[in-house]
Every structure is written in structure tokens, then in C-alpha cells.
């Protein structure tokens, strides 16, 4: 276990514990790594741990039928999930997986619960946490019931691009993620992510390239996010 000593220091929700406090916790957590596209739980599983991201990253998901997923958040090193299930211990509502290797920490329910007691300080913070979860949700929720598939599309696309060293004033996607990646956070599927970039292709409103995506024609690409027909 010494090789985990201190870890829990890298967690933004123990920022503000005594060391000591920071090793008796830390004995008390169970750890594991994860292999990148591994499953961390599932949903409605009844485990209730809370897992605390100490390397690595994962993503939380949420299943929307016609077997696709919805991402939710990604989760990233210094952070921590599955509170809920500990707080009311109902089942969980989603799933997670590793989105890259990863190390977690995980305090079992009743022990997470005994921390907020005991710490003020930590309800606080897991309060203000809950808070910033159901104001993501409904952004979520109104953008995925406001927008057509297409925009939602787009919109990832245009999340992604990023200024390209290369041209004055262009935008490019250096490593387009796989098409069911786009899907998940797009609330859509791999087919229709790739018929709506091929559309694209077809308008001169992107390029392919090797790995990445060239942005040609960003104004345009904002248009259609925005208005839906303006393709």
C-alpha cells in the first residue's frame, strides 16, 4: 500500500485535510487499475463505492435505447463519481469506463458517508458537486431535446477543432475521435455521425487528413450548428 501513500492529496475533494486524516483514509480505500475501455460499474448495478480518479480519466454514460449511449462527463485525474449510489443507495444510473488506463481509489459507501460527517467541510463540497451535476443535466438534456441529430453533430465537431498552426486563421481536428465517440456525446450513432461528415466532405466544409479533420469552412460549420436546414 505504501506506493499509494499520498494520493488522495492529488483529489480535489480532500484539498483541505490534514495529512494525517489523508493517511487513515487512504488505508482504508480499496485500489485498482483499469485498462483503457473497461468497465468501472454498470448501470443498475448495486455496488456503492465512490471512486476517486488518481490517474487517468473515465467517462460516464448513460444508456438512451436502440443500444446507444449517451456521454455524460468525462472524469479526470483529481476527481471523483458514484456519490449518488452512497448517498441514497439505490442502484446506479449510469455506467463508467476507463477512457485511458487508470488508477482508482474507492471508499465504500457507509465510510464515504461517515467522512461527510465527520468533515463538514467535504458535504460542502460534494453539495456544491451535486449542484453543478444537475445544472450540466438539464444543458444536457435541453440540447438533446432542442437540436436535431445533425446539429448535435456539428456541434461536436466544432467542440473539437482547435486553431491549426499550419494556416492563418484555419481550425482543424489534429485526432478525430472514433465515430462512437462522436456518437456518445452527441446523443447519436456511428452511422449517422459518418453520413454527416461525409456530408461535410461532400459541401467543402471539411477535409480529411491523415488522422485529423481540417475545418474549411468554420463560419459555415457554425451556421448549421446553430440553424437547423442552414446546410
Request: proline share 3%; glycine share 8%; hydrophobic share 40%.
Amino acid at each position: 500500500m505504501d506506493v499509494f501513500d499520498g494520493a488522495l492529496s492529488r483529489v480535489s475533494l480532500f484539498a483541505d485535510l490534514a495529512p494525517e486524516t489523508l493517511r487513515e483514509i487512504e488505508g482504508r480505500c480499496s485500489w485498482v487499475r483499469v485498462e483503457s475501455g473497461r468497465t468501472v460499474f454498470d448501470r443498475e448495478s448495486d455496488t456503492l463505492e465512490v471512486y476517486f480518479v488518481i490517474e487517468g480519466a473515465v467517462r460516464i454514460l448513460s444508456d438512451a435505447g436502440d443500444d446507444r449511449e449517451v456521454a455524460l462527463a468525462d472524469v479526470l485525474a483529481g476527481n471523483y463519481f458514484g456519490e449518488l449510489a452512497a448517498i441514497d443507495g439505490m442502484k446506479r444510473s449510469a455506467k463508467v469506463i476507463a477512457t485511458k488506463e487508470t488508477l482508482l481509489a474507492s471508499l465504500d459507501g457507509p465510510s464515504f458517508l461517515d467522512l461527510m460527517r465527520t468533515h463538514p467541510e467535504i458535504a460542502l463540497k460534494v453539495l456544491e458537486r451535486l449542484t453543478r451535476i444537475v445544472r450540466n443535466l438539464d444543458s444536457r438534456v435541453t440540447q438533446l431535446s432542442t437540436q436535431s441529430e445533425s446539429q448535435r453533430i456539428w456541434g461536436e465537431l466544432l467542440r473539437l477543432a482547435e486553431p491549426d498552426p499550419g494556416r492563418s486563421e484555419g481550425w482543424h481536428i489534429p485526432d478525430l475521435p472514433n465515430h462512437k465517440e462522436i456518437a456518445a456525446w452527441a446523443g447519436s450513432s456511428r452511422e449517422r455521425v459518418a453520413q454527416a461528415i461525409g456530408e461535410l466532405a461532400r459541401d467543402g466544409i471539411v477535409r480529411r487528413k491523415t488522422m485529423g479533420l481540417v475545418i474549411c469552412d468554420l463560419p459555415r460549420l457554425q451556421l448549421m450548428a446553430r440553424t437547423l436546414g442552414a446546410a
